[in-house]
């Protein structure tokens, strides 16, 4: 078997940083997703 290899840390920063980052993105695409949707609703009712 092959020996592991582990990230070195500016690998494993960016690839931190680039699931936060992510995280964040879909957060706010949810939150306004949802605020349309409430809002739409509001309407009907």
């Known amino acids: 078997m092959k020996d592991t290899?582990?990230?070195?840390?500016?690998e494993t920063r960016?690839?931190?940083t680039?699931?936060?980052i992510s995280?964040?993105?879909f957060i706010g695409f949810f939150a306004v997703?949802?605020?349309?949707?409430?809002?739409?609703l509001s309407l009907l009712v």
Request: hydrophobic share 50%; net charge neutral.
């Open 18 to 20: 680039t699931v936060i």
């Open 33 to 40: 997703v949802d605020w349309v949707i409430q809002s739409a």
């Open 23 to 25: 995280s964040l993105l």
């Open 14 to 16: 960016r690839d931190t």
């Open 5 to 10: 290899t582990w990230l070195n840390a500016k």
